[in-house]
């Protein structure tokens, strides 16, 4: 009579040249799933040529296919391995029995184990880990098979946010015994991930940040490094950190994502810029009759950024006292009084009142160093020394320039037809402070102003008197477990933010626990400049 036998060839002896004899003769290597005909009293023989000590375990019979079994076949060098079949379940002699009938399933298993956390190594969830799985990351590498997020999730067993060789390499050491769990167990596991704000408009070719807060079962924690994705690039674009940035008016939606925890959806709108304010420059000057003023127009859209002005109108409210260019040079004619100048695009207006006087007077205000900031009674009039403007009547007026004495004083404009303003600044008296950081390399910020420094540095020249500073950096754990690392400053004490996150903490510090991945930080004081 004739017996069919389909062997089935699973867990690490896959890869290891699996031969099928029929009576001592040769039939062909089994790749994964052969069938095979024999008759009544043929000798069945499985091998492995994989080298001594390869164990197998397996089943004969009519066993569910995948069902890890209870036998055990040993080859301890390279010649043929004998599996005796008699019946339909059981493993006894060479021959294959006149009893069985139809076909049987012969499983070959070695170190098919189930996964030691989280269904990591389990990619397709059948409850062990074998070479289906070694062989799924081997073909996502090589580009031949695609795999959903949550497959990639468990497949990702060094835990770097990437499925590779290493993964594949990890699985085998993993079913062979080597080692006994994988560096993705002792990772953060997070329950919840929350991106805010929970919408966001943005303008074509501007960025802007979302934020991300991270849960596990205890609790909040640090978000580790986050797969953000855009589910249309072609409308807005997110990089590793969050920055979204728009590219063609319309909606996108942005998610973070961490293993296998997705974060809500931001819908983020794509807006082409609209103007919808201009600002007139300066906005209530007032001019002698026969003298020109060059006027500016600051545009600002729909969501309150500064952006190009279109092409201007530019206007006056009453031709008989004044003529305006396209370019917003105005000349008084006429009588004194009151003149509005306007800039508009499309329905959007800006305007400026102008006072003409007959009356009025020119200042020219200088300093030494240039460069100062003029106010006139206590308005930033938006320049600097040396400058020459106009008025009438009676004014108050300083001058403020970085690390120098804030000059101030007051002018009559109808003293003389021209009124000359020169001051010399006192410099303050300053002092110099050391800053450094561990980590290295980080930037220094005084007063929230960045001053282009990284620690460490020395920086003199800063007033006398209290001061903020920041130190701000990147540091990397490079895994495959969290780690520690040690906080330090000049000046100590500094609060320690990671991630934005205050930690309590102050420098020096060593804080741990800090799962692998790149990381911001933040050492944040107060110093006091003294003589």
């Known amino acids: 009579m004739t017996v069919t036998l389909t062997i089935v060839i699973k867990g690490q002896a896959l890869g290891n040249g699996i031969k099928v004899y029929k009576n001592n003769i040769l039939q062909k290597d089994v790749t994964l799933q052969q069938t095979f005909t024999f008759n009544a009293g043929d000798t069945f023989t499985v091998s492995s040529h994989a080298g001594s000590g390869m164990k197998f375990e397996g089943y004969c019979g009519n066993m569910p296919t995948g069902t890890q079994g209870q036998y055990q076949w040993e080859c301890m060098q390279e010649t043929p391995c004998t599996v005796d079949i008699q019946g339909v379940t059981n493993c006894i002699t060479q021959s294959v029995s006149p009893e069985m009938s139809g076909s049987i399933t012969v499983g070959a298993y070695f170190g098919m184990k189930s996964s030691p956390c989280s269904s990591f190594g389990d990619i397709f969830l059948d409850g062990y880990i074998g070479p289906?799985?070694?062989?799924?990351?081997?073909?996502?590498?090589?580009?031949?098979?695609?795999?959903?997020?949550?497959?990639l999730y468990r497949a990702d067993v060094n835990g770097d946010g990437i499925v590779d060789l290493t993964d594949a390499s990890l699985i085998s050491q993993y079913i062979t015994g080597k080692i006994s769990t994988f560096p993705a167990c002792s990772l953060v596991h997070l329950t919840s991930i929350t991106i805010s704000p929970s919408s966001m408009s943005v303008e074509v070719g501007m960025s802007q940040q979302l934020t991300a807060a991270c849960t596990d079962a205890s609790g909040n924690v640090t978000c580790p490094t986050l797969l953000w994705t855009s589910d249309t690039d072609s409308i807005a674009t997110v990089d590793s950190s969050g920055k979204v940035t728009g590219i063609l008016q319309g909606t996108?939606?942005?998610?973070?994502?961490?293993?296998?925890i997705t974060s809500n959806s931001v819908p983020i709108t794509v807006i082409t810029p609209a103007l919808t304010l201009i600002t007139v420059y300066p906005s209530v000057p007032t001019i002698a009759i026969g003298y020109i003023q060059q006027f500016s127009a600051v545009c600002i859209d729909q969501i309150q950024n500064i952006i190009d002005c279109p092409l201007l109108t530019w206007s006056v409210s009453n031709p008989d006292q004044g003529s305006i260019t396209s370019t917003g040079l105005f000349t008084a004619i006429g009588s004194s009084g009151t003149v509005t100048v306007s800039a508009?695009?499309?329905?959007?207006?800006?305007?400026?009142?102008?006072?003409?006087?007959?009356?009025?007077?020119?200042i020219f205000i200088s300093s030494n160093p240039l460069g100062a900031e003029i106010f006139i009674d206590s308005v930033d009039q938006n320049i600097t020394t040396p400058m020459m403007i106009t008025s009438s009547g009676v004014h108050n007026y300083e001058l403020r320039l970085n690390n120098f004495k804030k000059e101030t004083g007051t002018f009559d404009a109808s003293l003389s037809p021209i009124v000359i303003i020169y001051k010399t600044l006192t410099k303050l008296s300053t002092g110099c402070q050391s800053f450094a950081s561990s980590p290295t390399k980080a930037e220094i910020f005084i007063d929230d102003k960045d001053t282009t420094f990284k620690t460490p540095k020395p920086i003199c020249n800063l007033p006398l008197g209290n001061h903020t500073f920041r130190l701000d950096g990147i540091f990397t754990i490079p895994?495959?477990?969290?780690?520690?690392?040690?906080?330090?400053?000049?000046?100590?004490?500094?609060?320690?933010?990671?991630?934005?996150?205050?930690t309590g903490k102050a420098t020096p510090y060593k804080i741990c626990n800090i799962i692998p991945g790149n990381h911001m930080f933040s050492l944040r004081g107060t110093i006091t400049i003294t003589k």
């Open 132 to 151: 289906l799985d070694i062989d799924a990351i081997n073909m996502y590498v090589a580009g031949t098979i695609d795999l959903t997020a949550d497959q």
């Open 479 to 502: 895994g495959p477990k969290s780690s520690c690392v040690l906080f330090d400053s000049i000046p100590k004490g500094a609060k320690i933010f990671i991630d934005r996150t205050d």
């Open 344 to 362: 508009r695009s499309g329905d959007i207006t800006g305007s400026a009142t102008v006072t003409l006087t007959s009356e009025v007077g020119y």
């Open 252 to 260: 996108a939606n942005i998610a973070a994502k961490y293993g296998n």
